[in-house]
């Protein structure tokens, strides 16, 4: 069986961290577990995600003192045992399909021994309206092979500056690419 676990680090994230743990909930392939890790928060974040535990039990809530956000996935990671692991940020929003889309391809045996699968993204505002001007890297999709190397140079916000803006995979349900190893 496929399993999945998906893994929220996330610190002071109570504007929206309801966004991204429903996103989740939402999903056409339910994960096995949502992990949100907790990286000492002072704001009310603690409190929805007490919430959120109680009401759903697929949801695992871990409090950790702050550390930043590699940290909080490592805990996160080490609190998983399923098959598969997928980030989402606190702050990120998932299309309905996205488990769904991207176990397909990991199943599909054409593309060989996978690493990992990533996704296009759209931009969003703080309330979730598609920026269309803003500033997107440009990746070479066509790229095969070991393209871990190339992904780390890829700045998040050309500016250096991320605003008021949020990514969101809700857009591009349908741009997934396979990594092989």
Not at 15 to 27: F, R, T
Not at 148 to 171: H, M, V, W
Request: hydrophobic share 35%; aromatic share 12%; glycine share 6%.
């Amino acid at each position: 069986m496929d399993e999945i676990d998906v893994v929220i680090p996330v610190y002071n994230g109570e504007p929206y961290i309801n966004e991204a743990i429903d996103s989740v909930l939402q999903q056409t392939f339910k994960p096995r577990r949502i992990i949100v890790v907790d990286d000492g928060s002072t704001d009310g974040t603690p409190k929805l995600l007490e919430s959120y535990q109680t009401l759903y039990p697929t949801v695992k809530y871990v409090r950790k003192s702050n550390a930043g956000l590699s940290s909080a996935r490592n805990v996160g990671i080490l609190s998983s045992d399923s098959r598969y692991v997928a980030f989402l940020d606190a702050d990120d929003v998932w299309h309905p399909t996205k488990l769904e889309k991207q176990l397909h391809v990991f199943r599909n045996k054409s593309f060989g021994n996978l690493g990992f699968i990533y996704c296009d993204y759209s931009n969003i505002d703080s309330l979730g309206a598609p920026l269309v001007n803003f500033p997107c890297f440009e990746m070479d999709f066509s790229v095969k092979g070991n393209v871990f190397q190339k992904l780390l140079r890829i700045p998040a916000y050309p500016d250096g500056e991320s605003g008021n803006i949020r990514t969101a995979f809700r857009q591009h349900p349908d741009t997934c690419r396979a990594v092989s190893f």
